[in-house]
C-alpha cells in the first residue's frame, strides 16, 4: 500500500554532515506527521525529530542545534540534514509517515527499512 524508502546514509568523519531523504509512496490520500528515529546497536530507538504537514518542526535535545528536518509536501518526501556528526549519532535511521490511504479511512504509520550512517575517523 504505502512505501518508504530512505536515501543518503554511509560512512562520514566526525564533524562531517550528510542529508537523508524518505520518499512515501503508493496509495496516499494525505500525508500527515512525518519523522526521524534511529537506533544504536544494543539501544532503545529514539526519536531524533518530527514534521507536522504545516512545517512545525521538533528536534531531539541531543541533536539540536546539529540536526536539521524538512519536508516537500509535492513530493512526499521528509529530508534529514545532519552537521556537526559525532561517533555518538552512528546509529540506523528510520523514518516514518502518518499516511490515510482513503478518504474514508484514518491515518496509519508506516516505517521504512532505515539506513545507517556510521561516523567514524
Known amino acids: 500500500q504505502v512505501q518508504l524508502v530512505e536515501t543518503g546514509g554511509g560512512l562520514v568523519q566526525p564533524g562531517g554532515s550528510l542529508r537523508l531523504s524518505c520518499a512515501a509512496s503508493?496509495?496516499?490520500?494525505?500525508?500527515?506527521?512525518m519523522g526521524w528515529y534511529r537506533q544504536a546497536p544494543g539501544k532503545q530507538r529514539e526519536l531524533v525529530a518530527t514534521i507536522s504537514r504545516r512545517g512545525t518542526t521538533h528536534h531531539a535535545v541531543p541533536v539540536r542545534g546539529r540536526f536539521t528536518i524538512s519536508r516537500d509536501n509535492a513530493k512526499n518526501t521528509v529530508y534529514l540534514q545532519m552537521n556537526s556528526l559525532n561517533p555518538e549519532d552512528t546509529a540506523n535511521y528510520l523514518c516514518y509517515a502518518d499516511v490515510q490511504v482513503s478518504e474514508s479511512g484514518t491515518s496509519k504509520t508506516y516505517w521504512g527499512q532505515g539506513t545507517q550512517v556510521t561516523v567514524s575517523s
Open positions: 503508493g496509495s496516499i490520500f494525505s500525508l500527515y506527521g
